[in-house]
T-cell receptor, first 118, second 113 residues
Framework: AQTVTQSQPEMSVQEAETVTLSCTYD???????LFWYKQPPSRQMILVIR??????QNATENRFSVNFQKAAKSFSLKISDSQLGDTAMYFC???????????????FGQGTILTVHP | DAGITQSPRHKVTETGTPVTLRCHQT?????MYWYRQDPGHGLRLIHY???????DKGEVSDGYSVSRSKTEDFLLTLESATSSQTSVYFC????????????FGQGTRLTVV
């Protein structure tokens, strides 16, 4: 079974600054995917960024980037130029390679509440 | 939003009563999931479906059952609600490259009193 751990229950950052959210995971799988989801107060779950484990290059999406360290089983999210709209709960999630009986099931971390201050 | 609708959005029910939550999708996705969200636990998988009438248990399936008689509908039933089932419930589908991206409904806040 997989486990995902987010050790920072809460984080805060000033607008326009950079913040990094931490995530570690444990798995015996070699092929998998990692995700960061954002949940604003509206409760909607929004996919922020996706990383394939077989890719060494770190994924980036505009102001969002990850630092994927496969050997260390670490997957942190960096948010640059933080904006007030980034205030949300952020979840790290793991998915085994889809195929066989994995069926695209997600294992989530506990979440980190990020507050961006003006 | 990948065409996912959950109903109801909010519900308050009494302990011991049956409750059914509905997830409806409009884009013919094969895989559907029910998760519950609780503070300190993130989201946890309750049940999932990999086709019509094909379902299986997730991590926290005790006290829940599901049914999928049509591709578009995935129902979650609490046979006899308990206070420990007070939670926010999310339905999801798999889409994107190789079905490796999950898209979620708006969530249902269920309170069992």
């Amino acid at each position: 079974a997989q486990t995902v751990t987010q050790s920072q229950p809460e984080m805060s950052v000033q607008e326009a600054e950079t913040v990094t959210l931490s995530c570690t995971y444990d798995t015996s799988e070699n092929n998998y995917y990692l995700f960061w989801y954002k949940q604003p107060p509206s409760r909607q779950m929004i996919l922020v960024i996706r990383q394939e484990a077989y890719k060494q290059q770190n994924a980036t999406e505009n102001r969002f980037s990850v630092n994927f360290q496969k050997a260390a089983k670490s997957f942190s999210l960096k948010i640059s130029d933080s904006q007030l709209g980034d205030t949300a709960m952020y979840f790290c999630a793991f998915m085994k390679h889809v195929g066989g009986t994995s069926y695209g099931k997600l294992t989530f971390g506990q979440g980190t509440i990020l507050t961006v201050h003006p | 939003d990948a065409g996912i609708t959950q109903s109801p959005r909010h519900k308050v029910t009494e302990t011991g009563t049956p409750v059914t939550l509905r997830c409806h999708q409009t884009e013919n996705h094969r895989y559907m999931y029910w998760y519950r969200q609780d503070p300190g636990h993130g989201l946890r998988l309750i049940h999932y479906s990999y086709g019509v009438k094909d379902t299986d248990k997730g991590e926290v399936s005790d006290g829940y059952s599901v049914s999928r008689s049509k591709t578009e509908d995935f129902l979650l039933t609490l046979e006899s609600a308990t206070s420990s089932q007070t939670s926010v419930y999310f339905c999801a589908i798999s889409a994107g490259p190789g079905g490796t991206e999950a898209f979620f409904g708006q969530g249902t806040r269920l309170t069992v009193v």
